[in-house]
Structures are given as C-alpha cells and as structure tokens.
DNA sequence: AAGGGCCAACTGGTCCAACCAGATTGACAG
DNA sequence: CTGTCAATCTGGTTGGACCAGTTGGCCCTT
C-alpha cells in the first residue's frame, strides 16, 4: 500500500479501525498484511508512535490507542497525515504558540544576530517577489516564523517550535489562497522585523501579539466550522 | 545486558562508543550482540531515537549520531540515561522552563478550577509533612509545579512542560538534600498558591519568576561547576 | 436460564536465519 | 602513488518460529 512514511498512514489507520468501546486497535499481525509490510516493520513504527504516547502496547494483549492528550508533534503528525484534528487540541496549540512567540519576538530583539536579520530580509523579500508577482505566499511565512524563534538563540526553543509548522503546513496554501490575508501578513512581518531590528522588545512583543490575534481568529473560525 | 528500557541504556551506549571524527556508532548486529538481545529489538529502539532526531540511520551506510540540537525529550532521556548534558542545552531548556511557567502561573491564576486547588492543597500538605519529619522533599516539587501547568487547563501545554521534570528527575534527591533549600521552595510554593487563589495572575506571574531564579541559579552553577 | 470454570485461540515480545542492494574499504594492478 | 574492482559490511525487509499471559467463547453445573 504505502511506499513511505508508514508511520503517518499507519496512525491514520489505527484511528479509523479501532474499537469504538476500548480504543483497541487490529493486531499487528493484521496491520501488516494490511499494509503489505512484516511485522517487524509495524513493530518498529509502533514503537516510534508508542514513544509519542498515542499508541499503548499491552503485552499479550493488544494495541490501544492512547487516550491521553496528545503532544505537539503528535498534533503535528496526524495533520500531516491528514487526520482530523481535535478542535479543542489545536486551540490549545495555538494558544501555546502565541505563548512561545511572543516571547520569541521579544528575546529575538536582544539577541538577534545580523546572520539572523540577513535571513529575516532574505524571507521578506521572497515575499514581496510573490506578492508582486501576484502569488499566493507559501513558506515564507513559517520561515520568518521560525527565523524569529531562532534569532532567540535558544535552539531548543527552536526545536520545540518548529513542530507548529509541521502542523499547520497542509492549511498555509488555504490560508494564502486570500491575496488580501498575504498582504497584511506581509505587512505585519515587516512591521515586526523592523521592531526587532530597532531592538525595541516591547513593540516587537505587541506586534507580535497583534499578529498571532490573526491566526487565532483563523483557527478559531475552523474550529467553529466543525473542520480542521 | 539490561533488562528494560533499553532506550537510554542504548543511547549512552551510542554516545559512548561512536567515532569521534564522524559520529558513526557501532553497527546494529554489533549493539545487538552488546546488549544480547536480538537485531529486532535494536531496530525498534534506533527507530524511536531516530524520530527523536537523536540518531540517523542511513541505508546500507551506517548509524550516525546527530549534531543537531536535542529536543526537549531528548534532554529528558540523556538525564534519565545518566549522560552528560550538554550545559548550553541544559541552559536553554531551563529559559524555556522559565517561559512557561510563569506564563503558566498567570493562567493558573484565571482558570484553576476546585479540583486544582484541592491537589495544590494535598500538595502543599504532603510537603509540610515531608519538612515536619525532617525529611527531603521528593515529588513534591515536581507535582506542585505540574499542577501549576495543567490548571491552565491546556493539555497541551501540560504535556509538553512534563518533559522538564523527567530531564531534572535525578536531581531532585541531590538538589533538597539541603533542609533549607526544601523550606525556602515550600515557602514560596505556599506564597505562589495564595496567589492563584486570590486569582492575582500579576503576583502569581511575578512570584514564580522569583521562584524560578532559584532553580536558574542551582543550574547555572552546575554548569559552572562542568557536572551536569 | 444464569453463573462459573476451563481450554483453545489470539496477542505482543523476542529471537533467528536469510536475502537484497548500495556503501565502503582495502588489496591489487598499473 | 593512483585508480580500479571485488569482497565485505551495512541497514532494510521478510518469514517463520516459540513463549507465556490474555481473552473470549463453549460447556458443564447449579
């Protein structure tokens, strides 16, 4: 079936053949005829989304799905596979992003180095030649996203953040689909870069804020709209 | 060799014996000889590490360890392993400790419900008995500061903060091994609880950044002092 | 008909032996 | 010293096998 990434498929398929009652899942012996791979295989990705808490393995007894809340890279990795996701989880993933980034925006303003302004106009750039060229923007905004939380210097925020991007990437093209949001996206990039450039902490930190409202909103709005 | 988790016994195993030019570690056969347990059980444990981006396993080449920054979990499962943490790292997961908990006070402050406030108090009473009887406070610390996180009532949130504790976990004896230190904590921790209860997310915010400095301080010392 | 106890099938955990094809390496020839 | 090529090593993957608890259904008892 698969070719690669057994691991997304595989959790999008436990989700949609567990038991209703116990969240018990096929047996693995089942999964890999199913997936056309040994059983070995299965077991190897089942440790991998065990480690991440969404799977628990009872000895002689079967696989569960976990009910417990799901990490960030969890939320990451059923959106990549294109798992519907708990309204309520990304709420508070969003609501957990904005903790990060404004705090990032600020940091970013006493750390940030001129290889990290250098990037930051580098990504504005590429924007301003799509917008131009009548575009839709695509990476440039978790680009400049990231850009930030990395001018913090702190490469295990780093790290931790860059697992949001992961779970939003399939929704950016639907999100620039609107010529209007990337220009004012843009807008309050440029803004915030010149605030953190300025190394005004506080202004860059409101900006911020302001910014991420957006996004909020966005969610927000699936959220309402039953889809995600 | 071992007999459970073989994960961190393999990861410090791994960092143990790699080439100190290129990181390669020892072939698959070879730790499954090592450890006497068979390829199998290797290969499930390299494909966790390798989801936590600690090692990279290139086809028909060999094991390499990653030079890119750890994650948080992978901070969590060096100090569970007995590794040495790298002090940098240690450093910035500290400062990302720090941000979210005193962004978690604040919220704790406006959203803690009856029930987090009953465990706060079991808490605070566990402690207070610990320190009557002349005894180091253990998990006391650790549940009180999660507490903290999950009357945010963001599941997220709280999943992703749970992963410093494990990263700590071995100090914890070594760190209240002083009498005073586990009085002065209790004390604060008593100050920070009246002030979710009063719902003052202001004082809450301010005494957990004063709070924090201390557990800042304790690493910044390890670190000085090289023994992570 | 309901309850209890037993057994067979099932399940995850573990191991072994094998094959594949690309990467690596070292010896050999130039 | 250099270039080439074959033997070796490596991760990737498969299939089969055995173990020992778990489960669930069947049957007997009450």
Redesign the pocket.
Known sequence: MSE?NLLPELAAYLYGSSNED?G?????????EHF?????????T??IL?AMQIVE???????FLTTRTASVEALALFAKAGLPLDPIQIYEAVELRKIHEIKAAELASLRATDENFTRLREILASSERRLAAGEPLAEEDRDFHLEIVRATQNTVFFRVCSVYYAMGERRLPIYFADPDRGRNSHAEHLQIFEAIQKRDANLAQALMSAHLQGVEGYWKGLIAGGKA
Chains 1, 2 share one sequence.
Do not use: C, D, H, Y
Request: hydrophobic share 25%.
């Open positions: 690669k116990n018990r899942t096929p047996s693995e012996r089942e999964l890999a056309g791979v040994s059983r070995g295989q299965i077991r190897e089942l440790a065990e393995r009872r000895a002689k007894s079967g696989i």
